[in-house]
C-alpha cells in the first residue's frame, strides 16, 4: 500500500509536527506500507530525520501550496493520501489558510483516495481567544472550509462531539471518530519515587499565547508557594505562532523568581525525562481547540492532569476514562485551591496517576494507526468489488470483457500482499462504521502488576480535607 501523509514534519516545529512524526514513525515500520511524507518547507536547510522519505513541497502562508502538492501527489500516484492537518496547518493569514483546506478535495479530483484528520472544528474554537478580528467573516470561510473538507473521502475528528456538529450541521460527508492515542507504542509507568523527590514539580507544556496563557497560572502558583515551598514551576515550549514574544515577555516579568523555569522548546527525546519528574499537570486554557495532545502527552507517563473546566476536557475525561481536576476558568483561586488540594493528597496524585497510566494502555498508537490502515484496506476492497461487479453486468459477447475482468482482479489482488494482511491480522481491531462513526479498539496488553484501578476514581470533594489538616 502506497500512502503519502500531508502533514508538518520534524525539523519543522510548525503545528502538528509532532504528531505526523509519530503517524510517520508506525507506518514506516511497516515493509507492506510505503510511505512518503509530503511535509512543510524548513525555513533554513536542516537534515531530514533518517529512515524517512520526505518531499517538502508546501509551506506555511504560501498561496502556491496546491499547485505544489498536487505535482508531487500526480509524480507518486500513491493509493491513499492522508492528511493529518488543522485548520491553520497552511497558513495563519485567511487566504493562504483557506486555499490549504481546498488541497483534500482537488486531490480527491485528481482520482487518489483522500483521507483528512482534522484537528479542530470552526464551530469549536473561541475566536476571540484565537485573535480573530474579523468574526463573521471567519465562520463564512470556515463553514465553507468545512465543507470542502467534508468532500474528501473520509474524515477522522478526534471527539465524538465532533463529529455531531459534522453531522447535524453539514448533513454530508464520510465521517469517523477515533481517538487522539497516545504518542508511543507502550506507555511508560509513573516512577512515583521522582515525583515530590525533593519537590512537587507542576508543569505547564504547550505553545503559549493565544487561548493558552500564562496570566492565571503564575500568580496561582506563587500562592500555592506559600503554603507549600517545595514546589517548583516548570512552563515549557515557545509561542504560538500568532504572538511572537509572549513566552520571552512573561520570563522577563519573572526572572527574579527562582521557582519558575522556562524551558523554551523541548525536544523529542527530553519529554520522557520532563513529565516523568512531574508531579501534576496543569492546563490554565481559556477555551479549547481539539482533543489535547498536551493531555494525551501526561498520561503516556502516568501524570495527574489539572485543567480549565471546558467541554471537550469534559468530554475527554468521560470518553477515554482519562483523570482529570477541573477548576473554574479564568479564576486564580480556584486554580490555587485545586493545586492545593491534590499536592496535598498523596494517595490522589498516585490514583490518578495509575489511572491516566491505564488510559493510555487503552489508546496506544500503533493500534490506532492500524485502525486507519484497516478502513483503508476496506474501502478499497469495496471499491475494487464494485468495480468488478459493474463489469460482470457487460454482455458476455463484448471483446474487452475478459480483460477488464482481469485487470480488476489483478489489481484487487496487488493491493493486499501477505505482509499487509498479517499486519493487519496481527490484532483484532475495531473499524468505524459508516452508520455511527463507532469502532471497537482493541486494548494493549496489560502488564502483570496490577496498574490499574478497578473503577474510575471520584473527585476530591471540593470542601473536603487536605492530608495533614487538622481532624
Same mark, same amino acid.
Not at 8 to 22: I, K
Not at 361 to 374: F, G, K, N
Not at 416 to 428: K, M
Not at 453 to 458: D, N
Given at each position: 500500500?502506497?500512502?503519502?501523509?500531508?502533514?508538518?514534519? !520534524?525539523?519543522?516545529?510548525?503545528?502538528?509536527?509532532?504528531?505526523?512524526?509519530?503517524?510517520?514513525?508506525?507506518?514506516?515500520?511497516? !515493509?507492506?506500507?510505503?510511505?512518503?511524507?509530503?511535509?512543510?518547507?524548513?525555513?533554513?536547510?536542516?537534515?531530514?530525520?533518517?529512515?524517512?522519505?520526505?518531499?517538502?513541497?508546501?509551506?506555511?502562508?504560501?498561496?502556491?501550496?496546491?499547485?505544489?502538492?498536487?505535482?508531487?501527489?500526480?509524480?507518486?500516484?500513491?493509493?491513499?493520501?492522508?492528511?493529518?492537518?488543522?485548520? #491553520?496547518?497552511?497558513?495563519?493569514?485567511?487566504?493562504?489558510?483557506?486555499?490549504?483546506?481546498?488541497?483534500?478535495?482537488?486531490?480527491?479530483?485528481?482520482?487518489?483516495?483522500?483521507?483528512?484528520?482534522?484537528?479542530?472544528?470552526?464551530?469549536?474554537?473561541?475566536?476571540?481567544?484565537?485573535?480573530?478580528?474579523?468574526?463573521?467573516?471567519?465562520?463564512?470561510?470556515?463553514?465553507? #472550509?468545512?465543507?470542502?473538507?467534508?468532500?474528501?473521502?473520509?474524515?477522522?475528528?478526534?471527539? !465524538?462531539?465532533?463529529?455531531?456538529?459534522?453531522?447535524?450541521?453539514?448533513? &454530508?460527508?464520510?465521517?469517523?471518530?477515533?481517538?487522539?492515542?497516545?504518542?508511543?507504542?507502550?506507555?511508560?509507568?509513573?516512577?512515583?519515587?521522582?515525583?515530590?523527590?525533593?519537590?512537587?514539580?507542576?508543569?505547564?507544556?504547550?505553545?503559549?499565547?493565544?487561548?493558552?496563557?500564562?496570566?492565571?497560572?503564575?500568580?496561582?502558583?506563587?500562592?500555592?508557594?506559600?503554603?507549600?515551598? %517545595?514546589?517548583?514551576?516548570?512552563? /515549557?515550549?515557545?509561542?504560538?505562532?500568532?504572538?511572537?514574544?509572549?513566552?520571552?515577555?512573561?520570563?522577563?516579568?519573572?526572572?527574579?523568581?527562582?521557582?519558575?523555569?522556562?524551558?523554551?522548546?523541548?525536544?523529542?527525546?527530553?519529554?520522557?525525562?520532563?513529565?516523568?519528574?512531574?508531579?501534576?499537570?496543569?492546563? !490554565?486554557?481559556?477555551?479549547?481547540?481539539?482533543?489535547?495532545?498536551?493531555?494525551?502527552?501526561?498520561?503516556?507517563?502516568?501524570?495527574?492532569?489539572?485543567?480549565?473546566?471546558?467541554?471537550?476536557?469534559?468530554?475527554? #475525561?468521560?470518553?477515554?476514562?482519562? /483523570?482529570?481536576?477541573?477548576?473554574?476558568?479564568?479564576?486564580?483561586? /480556584?486554580?490555587?485551591?485545586?493545586?492545593?488540594?491534590?499536592?496535598?493528597?498523596?494517595? &490522589?496524585?498516585?490514583?490518578? /496517576?495509575?489511572?491516566?497510566?491505564?488510559?493510555?494502555?487503552?489508546?496506544?498508537?500503533?493500534?490506532?494507526? %492500524?485502525?486507519?490502515?484497516?478502513?483503508?484496506?476496506? %474501502?478499497?476492497?469495496?471499491?475494487?468489488?464494485?468495480?468488478?461487479?459493474?463489469?460482470?453486468?457487460?454482455?458476455?459477447?463484448?471483446?474487452?470483457?475478459?480483460?477488464?475482468? %482481469?485487470?480488476?482482479?489483478?489489481?484487487?489482488?496487488?493491493?493486499?500482499?501477505?505482509?499487509?494482511?498479517?499486519?493487519?491480522?496481527?490484532?483484532?481491531?475495531?473499524?468505524?462504521?459508516?452508520?455511527?462513526?463507532?469502532?471497537?479498539?482493541?486494548?494493549?496488553?496489560?502488564?502483570?502488576?496490577?496498574?490499574?484501578?478497578?473503577?474510575?476514581?471520584?473527585?476530591?470533594?471540593?470542601?473536603?480535607?487536605?492530608?495533614?489538616?487538622?481532624?
Amino acid at each position: 500500500m502506497k500512502i503519502c501523509l500531508v502533514s508538518a514534519f !520534524p525539523p519543522s516545529r510548525q503545528g502538528l509536527n509532532e504528531y505526523g512524526f509519530h503517524i510517520a514513525r508506525l507506518m514506516n515500520q511497516q !515493509p507492506s506500507l510505503q510511505l512518503t511524507v509530503l511535509g512543510d518547507d524548513l525555513e533554513s536547510p536542516q537534515a531530514e530525520l533518517p529512515g524517512f522519505s520526505v518531499i517538502r513541497c508546501w509551506g506555511f502562508n504560501k498561496l502556491s501550496n496546491p499547485v505544489r502538492l498536487l505535482r508531487e501527489v500526480r509524480r507518486i500516484r500513491p493509493d491513499i493520501v492522508w492528511y493529518n492537518i488543522g485548520f #491553520a496547518s497552511f497558513g495563519g493569514y485567511p487566504l493562504p489558510a483557506f486555499t490549504g483546506l481546498m488541497i483534500p478535495a482537488l486531490t480527491r479530483l485528481s482520482g487518489c483516495y483522500t483521507h483528512v484528520t482534522l484537528h479542530q472544528l470552526v464551530e469549536t474554537v473561541d475566536l476571540k481567544d484565537a485573535g480573530v478580528k474579523s468574526r463573521g467573516l471567519y465562520m463564512l470561510a470556515g463553514t465553507l #472550509a468545512t465543507h470542502m473538507l467534508l468532500s474528501a473521502n473520509s474524515l477522522s475528528v478526534l471527539l !465524538p462531539a465532533y463529529r455531531k456538529v459534522l453531522r447535524e450541521k453539514y448533513h &454530508r460527508g464520510s465521517v469517523f471518530v477515533r481517538p487522539h492515542g497516545i504518542l508511543s507504542g507502550r506507555p511508560e509507568y509513573p516512577d512515583l519515587s521522582r515525583r515530590g523527590n525533593p519537590v512537587h514539580r507542576i508543569l505547564a507544556f504547550g505553545k503559549w499565547g493565544t487561548y493558552k496563557r500564562l496570566e492565571l497560572l503564575i500568580p496561582a502558583f506563587l500562592k500555592v508557594a506559600e503554603r507549600l515551598p %517545595r514546589v517548583e514551576l516548570v512552563i /515549557a515550549g515557545g509561542d504560538h505562532p500568532k504572538t511572537p514574544g509572549y513566552v520571552s515577555s512573561v520570563a522577563a516579568l519573572h526572572k527574579s523568581e527562582p521557582r519558575i523555569c522556562f524551558t523554551g522548546y523541548v525536544a523529542e527525546e527530553a519529554i520522557a525525562d520532563l513529565f516523568q519528574s512531574t508531579s501534576i499537570a496543569v492546563m !490554565p486554557y481559556t477555551s479549547s481547540a481539539g482533543s489535547s495532545g498536551v493531555a494525551h502527552l501526561a498520561c503516556e507517563y502516568g501524570v495527574p492532569i489539572l485543567a480549565s473546566d471546558i467541554r471537550d476536557f469534559r468530554e475527554i #475525561a468521560e470518553e477515554e476514562g482519562i /483523570a482529570f481536576e477541573f477548576f473554574e476558568p479564568g479564576n486564580v483561586d /480556584a486554580l490555587a485551591e485545586r493545586l492545593l488540594a491534590v499536592l496535598e493528597n498523596s494517595e &490522589r496524585l498516585e490514583a490518578m /496517576a495509575k489511572l491516566n497510566f491505564s488510559a493510555a494502555l487503552r489508546m496506544s498508537m500503533p493500534e490506532i494507526i %492500524r485502525q486507519y490502515i484497516h478502513s483503508f484496506d476496506l %474501502r478499497h476492497r469495496i471499491k475494487m468489488l464494485r468495480t468488478a461487479s459493474r463489469f460482470r453486468r457487460l454482455p458476455r459477447w463484448m471483446p474487452l470483457r475478459p480483460a477488464f475482468s %482481469r485487470r480488476v482482479g489483478e489489481r484487487f489482488l496487488s493491493w493486499r500482499n501477505a505482509e499487509l494482511s498479517d499486519y493487519l491480522n496481527s490484532t483484532v481491531t475495531g473499524s468505524p462504521h459508516n452508520g455511527n462513526g463507532n469502532g471497537n479498539m482493541t486494548r494493549a496488553p496489560e502488564a502483570e502488576t496490577d496498574d490499574t484501578l478497578p473503577s474510575p476514581i471520584a473527585p476530591l470533594d471540593q470542601g473536603s480535607k487536605r492530608k495533614g489538616d487538622a481532624a
